[in-house]
C-alpha cells in the first residue's frame, strides 16, 4: 500500500519522557515536514526537511528533535523539554519537483500527557 | 510574507450551499488548495487551482479565484452531513517547499 504511515495513532507520556513519533514515506518525496495542530491553531510546522541528513527548524521547534537519516523516514522526537506536548501531530511529505506541489498526509499520532 | 486566513466556523443546513472564505497575502502563489480533514484524520486534498484560473468546477465542487483581492473560496453545493469537517486552505508559492496552511475552517451541516 503507497503513501505515507504515522505510527502510533495514540501515544500516552509521563511527565519528563521522551517519545518519538515515526513517520515513512514509500512515495519517494524529498520534502518531509511535521505540523503540530491544537484546536482552533490551525497547523503549526516544526521541524522540515528537503533532502537526507538536511533539516531545518520550523515556527515551533524548541522542545522538538528530527532526524533524516533516510529518504523514507522523518521521526520527531518529542522531549521533557516541551512543556506542552498534548497535541495532534501531523506528517507530510511533498514533491520538490515541477507539478502542482500538493503535500500528502499521514493520519496523524495523538500524544496525551498522563 | 506568507500567510493565509479563514473564518473558523460555519454552520449550514443539509442541502443548502456553503461557502468556505480565504484569503492569502503572496502574489506569487502558483497553486492554491482545498484540504479536507476529517476527525481524528490527516488532511486530505479536496481540490486545488492554478493561479492563472479564475474557477475551477469538480462535481459538487467550485472553487473561485480572485486574483486582485487575493481571496479564493471553496462552495460546496447540496451540502451532506457527510461533508462536515475542517477545512483548511493552503498556497505553494512558487520556490518554496513550505506549503502554507489557514487555520481552517470547521463546516458543520446540521438537518
Known amino acids: 500500500d503507497g503513501g505515507i504511515t504515522q505510527s502510533p495513532k495514540y501515544l500516552f507520556r509521563k511527565e519528563g519522557q521522551n517519545v518519538t513519533l515515526s513517520c515513512e514515506q514509500n512515495?519517494?518525496?524529498?520534502?518531509m515536514y511535521w505540523y503540530r495542530q491544537d484546536p482552533g491553531q490551525g497547523l503549526r510546522l516544526i521541524y522540515y526537511s528537503q533532502i537526507v541528513n538536511d533539516f531545518q527548524k520550523g515556527d515551533i521547534a524548541e522542545g522538538y528533535s528530527v532526524s533524516r537519516e533516510k529518504k523514507e523516514s522523518f521521526p520527531l522526537t518529542v522531549t521533557s523539554a516541551q512543556k506542552n506536548p498534548t497535541a495532534f501531530y501531523l506528517c507530510?511529505?511533498?514533491?520538490?519537483?515541477?507539478?502542482?506541489?500538493?503535500?500528502?498526509f499521514g493520519q496523524g499520532t495523538r500524544l496525551t500527557v498522563v | 510574507g506568507e500567510d493565509v486566513e479563514q473564518s473558523l466556523f460555519l454552520s449550514v443546513r443539509e442541502g443548502d450551499s456553503s461557502v468556505i472564505n480565504c484569503t492569502y497575502t503572496d502574489s506569487s502563489s502558483t497553486y492554491l488548495y482545498w484540504y479536507k480533514q476529517e476527525p481524528g484524520a490527516g488532511l486530505q486534498l479536496l481540490t486545488y487551482i492554478f493561479s492563472n484560473m479564475d474557477m475551477k468546477q469538480d462535481q459538487r465542487l467550485t472553487v473561485l479565484l480572485n486574483k486582485k483581492d487575493k481571496h479564493l473560496s471553496l462552495r460546496i453545493a447540496d451540502t451532506q452531513t457527510g461533508d462536515s469537517a475542517i477545512y483548511f486552505c493552503a498556497e505553494n508559492v512558487g520556490g518554496s517547499y513550505i506549503p502554507t496552511f489557514g487555520r481552517g475552517t470547521s463546516l458543520i451541516v446540521h438537518p
Open positions: 512515495l519517494n518525496h524529498d520534502a
Open positions: 507530510a511529505i511533498k514533491t520538490t519537483g515541477q507539478g502542482r506541489g500538493e503535500a500528502f
